[in-house]
């Protein structure tokens, strides 16, 4: 299985909302990551977890709060987000740091509207 | 500041000739470099990598070209196929220092006519 799945495929929410995206990969990898993308942007990194642990957040808000339960999930909780923060979300996964090969495999994305 | 810039937005060619796309880096910590195909509404696909000990690495129609002296890296596509339009983009890792973080260029848009 060399896939990243993320669910919702799409997403629309009020400002007072709370939601949660999911991301799951059965790759055995180690490293999980959460990027946002902008139309015609490239993605831009928003958390690493290595091993479970939170390693990088790139100064995301805290209306944005990420969660590893174990392994192979990656959630990314939503609350009172503003309409600037609508943009495809994308989840990514790679072996981690003792592997010599750093390529990360991407979902395909959720695509977020907030109103 | 940008470390990573692909500075053509578009490139347009015609079906069964060679796409060169280039990319440009200044940090020169980056040790591996990557490209991606993404296509409108979809996550990136992992297209080729090549680690900075090498100058070339080829996969099929794919060919990435690093010039560590130039801090310049290209993807060559041959014969281009009208289904490798998409936005290419060329990411860079300094694994040593910064772990899994990948540092990605702003994108080149590729029109492959038939």
């Known amino acids: 299985d060399t896939e990243v799945t993320q669910t919702p495929k799409h997403l629309v929410m009020g400002m007072t909302n709370k939601k949660s995206l999911k991301c799951e990969q059965h790759m055995g990898h180690r490293a999980m990551y959460w990027y946002k993308q902008k139309a015609k942007k490239p993605p831009e990194l928003m958390f690493v977890?290595?091993?479970?642990?939170?390693?990088i957040n790139e100064s995301v808000p805290s209306r944005f709060s990420p969660e590893c339960p174990n392994s192979s999930l990656l959630n990314l909780h939503l609350h009172a987000l503003q309409p600037e923060d609508s943009a495809l979300y994308l989840c990514a996964s790679s072996q981690g740091r003792e592997a010599l090969r750093n390529e990360q495999f991407f979902g395909p994305g959720t695509r977020l509207t907030v109103l | 500041d940008q470390q990573v810039k692909q500075n053509s937005p578009s490139l347009s060619v015609q079906e069964g000739r060679i796409s060169i796309l280039n990319c440009d880096y200044t940090n020169s910590m980056f040790d591996y470099f990557l490209w991606y195909k993404k296509y409108p509404a979809e996550g990136p696909t992992f297209l080729i990598s090549i680690s900075s000990i090498k100058d070339k690495n080829e996969d099929g129609r794919f060919t990435v070209f690093l010039n560590k002296s130039a801090k310049h890296l290209s993807l060559h596509i041959v014969p281009s196929q009208p289904g490798d339009s998409a936005v290419y983009f060329c990411?860079?890792?300094?694994?040593?220092?910064?772990?899994?973080?990948?540092?990605f260029g702003g994108g080149t848009r590729l029109m492959v006519k038939p």
């Open positions: 990411a860079a890792s300094d694994f040593d220092n910064a772990g899994n973080m990948l540092t």
């Open positions: 977890y290595s091993y479970e642990k939170l390693s």
